[in-house]
């Protein structure tokens, strides 16, 4: 937050936002303020169609929630920061629409991001909402023109409705772009990153599914040891049973994050870092949009060991889990590996 306040407060050009999720809560009334304080001449906010039906992780027309006058407030207070955003100057506007009855929920803008300048750029996991910000996550900051310049290219190509997939060379290492629609062939080439491991991959994620466990099968197969980090009070829990249920395989070893961990990060032979808003489940398969970065430089590779694998190697797996969960979780996840092709095959098409 220091470092964003920072940078935002010496930007000349653009300050541009990008989250999935963006509520009229503290963080959200944080990130306003210092937009609204910002020298940059072109100020826009992105926030997904998902914030429009979804607030504080509860839909907004849930019964459960109508006469919540808390979560009522919550509400109303988002709209009513939205609007001020809009008359200080800032522009902001929603991506993917939700569609006829929700028919496109699933097709949502997942990307995270802060660019300024096109020069600095900060990519990770982080939605700029209250518990968003209590949960275990991170942001990496980045300065590389090339990446800044693309990643502000994607911004406005998202503003204008158009989602791109590719991916690109930069100073510092590669990005890829996925949309959801066209990224399953670009999925394969980003897999190659994760094929290449010679010795260990190590992943955080909490909503990991196919195709990545495959992935990670046929590595493990190659005598690589794979580690992965999933948090114990998973606020999806239908994919905290998938992965223990997965575990039971013994291909990887489980570590639990205590609390809720939404970082997404894989550590490849302590030599190469991905991370950014994909979990490479299905969901980001086959739907949504979604920013990765793929760095080689060894002075952020160390950082991140310092930082984070430091604490999660400290943690463990101390679940039980019965034959019946693994055999529900499984038959869960091939049902929607089934059900999502089928979908974005048809009639969930992204525009």
């Known amino acids: 937050m220091e470092r964003l306040e920072k940078v935002a407060g010496e930007a000349k050009d653009s300050l541009h936002a990008q989250a999935m999720t963006f509520e009229g809560d503290a963080a959200g009334r944080w990130l306003i303020d210092i937009m609204k304080a910002s020298p940059a001449k072109d100020k826009r906010l992105l926030i997904d169609s998902y914030s429009k039906v979804v607030i504080n992780d509860h839909f907004i027309k849930s019964f459960k929630y109508l006469l919540d006058s ?167 829990s239908i994919f905290k049973n998938i992965i223990l249920s997965e575990q039971r395989k013994g291909y990887f070893k489980l570590k639990e994050y205590p609390g809720m961990s939404h970082m997404k990060a894989i550590l490849i032979d302590d030599q190469k870092l991905i991370f950014g808003s994909s979990n490479y489940d299905l969901v980001s398969y086959y739907f949504e949009q979604e920013v990765v970065f793929v760095s080689n430089d060894q002075h952020l590779v160390q950082d991140f060991k310092t930082k984070v694998m430091t604490e999660v190697r400290e943690v463990s797996n101390d679940d039980e889990f019965s034959p019946l969960q693994t055999k529900k979780a499984s038959i869960t996840m091939n049902l929607l590996d089934k059900v999502g092709g089928f979908a974005s095959r048809t009639f969930l098409r992204p525009h």
Do not use: C
């Not at 803008?109 to 750029?121: C, F, G, L």
């Not at 982080?126 to 900051?141: L, Y």
């Not at 990153?193 to 590595?219: C, D, M, T």
């Open 70 to 236: 808390a979560f009522r407030n919550e509400v109303k207070e988002t709209s009513k920061l939205i609007k001020e955003a809009k008359k200080a100057g800032i522009e902001v506007k929603f991506t993917n629409p939700i569609g006829l009855l929700g028919q496109k929920y699933p097709l949502r803008n997942h990307k995270k991001m802060v660019v300024v300048d096109a020069e600095i750029s900060f990519l990770g996991g982080i939605n700029f909402s209250d518990h968003n910000f209590e949960w275990h996550d991170m942001m990496v900051e980045l300065h590389d023109k090339k990446l800044g310049d693309h990643l502000v290219s994607d911004f406005h190509s998202t503003w204008n409705e158009v989602n791109q997939s590719t991916s690109v060379k930069t100073d510092e290492g590669t990005l890829f772009l996925f949309n959801g629609e066209k990224s399953k062939t670009l999925y394969e080439n980003f897999f190659e990153h994760i094929r290449s491991a010679k010795k260990s991959v190590q992943i955080i994620s909490p909503y990991i599914s196919e195709p990545l466990l495959g992935v990670l099968r046929k590595v493990a197969a190659n005598g690589v040891e794979i580690t992965v980090v999933s948090p114990q009070e998973n606020n999806k």
